[in-house]
T-cell receptor, first 115, second 114 residues
Framework: DADVTQTPRNRITKTGKRIMLECSQT?????MYWYRQDPGLGLRLIYY???????NKGEISDGYSVSRQAQAKFSLSLESAIPNQTALYFC??????????????FGPGTRLTVL | AQSVTQLGSHVSVSEGALVLLRCNYS??????LFWYVQYPNQGLQLLLK??????LVKGINGFEAEFKKSETSFHLTKPSAHMSDAAEYFC????????????FGSGTRLSIRP
């Protein structure tokens, strides 16, 4: 079973619709992240959460909101989707141990198309 | 502020040839450096990570990278390319060892010619 899961994997929607992307993890990590990937731009951080009560904006948070429902769940919402939000969205998790092996673990991604 | 520059958005090599993917970083504090790989239709997975100590870091699948502070570089190499290495590779930098705030480069797509 995957440690970091994302639903849906693919979504096509229309301009103005509200969309929620969900992320769940079984790794027991405190920290969770949402990124978007666009060709030629790499991954850009949208929001991150270091625990259930801690939510922070990333580099490109405008037009997005998040909810950390539990340690294991972190949802990303597009309140009113627009075409330039068409992208591949990734959820990631990490711990806060500061150990040499610490890394971010990524989900499989959600491909979102806004028409 | 930290940043990462990957030189070459697309690199093509023959099977069995040397793979060299270039990465330069900018950081005001000692950096933690990463290479991630993304296979088609998959998420990113860590290839290797530099924290402190030995500047030559060995990762999975025969890849390695060398941290050169004087050149602010962290280039990724593999002596002999395999068809299965075809993927997109991302260099990244973080200020802290917990990998909490990672800045990614724009990626380099590696193609392998038979």
């Amino acid at each position: 079973d995957a440690d970091v899961t994302q639903t849906p994997r693919n979504r096509i929607t229309k301009t103005g619709k509200r969309i929620m992307l969900e992320c769940s993890q079984t790794k027991g990590h405190d920290r969770m992240y949402w990124y978007r990937q666009d060709p030629g731009l790499g991954l850009r951080l949208i929001y991150y959460s270091f625990d259930v009560k801690d939510i922070n904006k990333g580099e490109i948070s405008d037009g997005y909101s998040v909810s950390r429902q539990a340690q294991a769940k972190f949802s990303l919402s597009l309140e009113s989707a627009i075409p330039n939000q068409t992208a591949l969205y990734f959820c990631a998790t990490s711990t806060a141990r500061g150990a040499p092996r610490d890394e971010q673990f990524f989900g499989p991604g959600t491909r979102l198309t806004v028409l | 502020a930290q940043s990462v520059t990957q030189l070459g958005s697309h690199v093509s090599v023959s099977e069995g040839a040397l793979v060299l993917l270039r990465c330069n970083y900018s950081s005001s504090v000692p950096p933690y450096l990463f290479w991630y790989v993304q296979y088609p239709n998959q998420g990113l997975q860590l290839l290797l990570k530099y924290t402190t100590g030995a500047t030559l870091v060995k990762g999975i699948n025969g890849f390695e990278a060398e941290f050169k502070k004087s050149e602010t570089s962290f280039h990724l190499t593999k002596p002999s390319a395999h068809m299965s290495d075809a993927a997109e590779y991302f260099c990244a930098v973080s200020e802290d060892s917990s990998a909490s705030k990672i800045i990614f480069g724009s990626g380099t797509r590696l193609s392998i010619r038979p």
